[in-house]
């Protein structure tokens, strides 16, 4: 199985400031053909469901603001939050969904205000 | 819209089964491919398995600690999805999530979940 190791557990940040978190899969998450990396960010706010971020390691999903931007180097993930708001604050999952189940997601990263 | 509603959840004790159902409203449920995901007290995320649409013969996978035990199936004319669990142990504890994959690639990803319904394992 893929493993996805997310790190820092947790962070504080100020308002306004950059936060940036990774995520690291355990193999290659690239699928050649269309040269995209099967990899999805997932925002968590206590008491609610997850909500997608990005897919395919950097597409923001419809509606996500524009502060949230994710990247790829190789087998690590970075989700990018450019200028933190009140309303980020939650818990961050990175998941790969590359060739076959089982999906996994990361551990979390935990993001409050500093 | 999309909303999917969970529902079935409760307490029950180990070795026991419960059956959860998740009703789909503001999409072709048919063409969904559909996951439970869980997550127990405090802990992250967890994917628990799928099922594939008709066209492919709604196939199911499953993650290895509840295979054997539970068992997902759909109803595209009821756009329902269910979860069939059995020999449920304390640590199948958790909010479970019916969720959408999403199309082409990003089909694996959740893109849609439901409020989670809350199943509680305990003698």
């Known amino acids: 199985d893929v493993v996805m190791t997310q790190s820092p557990d947790s962070l504080a940040v100020s308002l306004g400031e950059r936060a940036t978190i990774n995520c690291r899969s355990s193999?290659?998450?690239?699928?050649?053909?269309?040269?995209?990396?099967?990899l999805a960010w997932y925002q968590q706010k206590p008491g609610q469901p997850p909500r997608l971020l990005i897919y395919?390691?950097?597409i923001r999903q419809s509606g996500v603001p524009d502060r949230f931007t994710g990247s790829a180097s190789g087998t690590d993930f970075t989700l990018t939050i450019s200028s933190l708001e009140a309303d980020d604050v939650g818990v961050y999952y990175c998941q790969h969904y590359y060739s076959r189940p089982p999906w996994t997601f990361g551990q979390g990263t935990r993001v409050e205000i500093k | 819209e999309v909303h999917l509603v969970e529902s079935g959840g409760g307490l029950v004790k180990p070795g026991g089964s419960l059956t959860l159902s998740c009703v789909a409203s503001g999409l072709t449920f048919s063409n969904a491919w559909m996951s439970w995901v869980r997550q127990a007290p405090g802990k992250g995320l967890e994917w628990v398995g799928r099922?594939?649409?008709?066209?492919?013969?709604?196939?199911?996978d499953y993650a290895a600690p509840v295979s054997g035990r539970f068992t997902i199936s759909r109803d595209d004319s009821r756009n329902t999805l269910y979860l069939q669990m059995s020999s449920l142990k304390v640590e199948d504890t958790a909010v479970y999530y019916c969720?959408?994959?999403?199309?082409?690639?990003?089909?694996?990803?959740?893109?849609?979940w439901g409020q989670g319904a809350r199943v509680t394992v305990s003698s």
């Open positions: 193999q290659s998450l690239l699928y050649t053909p269309n040269n995209k990396n099967y």
């Open positions: 395919s390691a950097s």
């Open positions: 099922i594939k649409i008709r066209p492919l013969g709604m196939a199911t």
């Open positions: 969720a959408t994959e999403g199309y082409g690639p990003s089909l694996g990803a959740f893109e849609f």
